[in-house]
Nanobody
């Protein structure tokens, strides 16, 4: 299971750090990622990190967000800086052996429950 936390309400320009803790199994050999969704829209890829630490980002968050992982803690993080109102969404963590499947939005991956991020202007 994946348990996401750390969402909340923040003003534009502020920061939040999301965490996603895995339990029940180890995901140390899996790619892990963050995907977000706003009402009425498809889920949007945000960031992914490979089991070895290589990362990739959506253009919309590049330079502002940083994904990291601690395999010893079975946890992945998303540090979000310089937040904008358009970053408002429910953020989901996900895991899969394939980074590509996470990036292209394959639904048949491990999902955590979402955490709401709201950025006020």
């Amino acid at each position: 299971q994946l348990q996401a936390s750390g969402g909340g309400l923040v003003q534009a320009g502020g920061s939040l750090r999301l965490s996603c803790a895995a339990s029940g199994r180890t995901f140390s050999t899996y790619a892990m990622g963050w995907i977000r969704q706003t009402p009425g829209k498809e889920r949007e890829f945000v960031a992914v990190i490979s089991w070895s630490g290589d990362s990739a980002y959506a253009d919309s968050v590049k330079g502002r967000f940083t994904i990291s992982r601690d395999n010893a803690k079975n946890t992945v993080y998303l540090q979000m800086n310089s937040l904008k109102p358009e970053d408002t969404a429910v953020y989901y963590c996900a895991a899969d052996p394939s980074e590509t499947r996470l990036r292209i939005g394959v639904k048949d991956v491990y999902w955590g429950q979402g955490t709401q991020v709201t950025v006020s202007s």
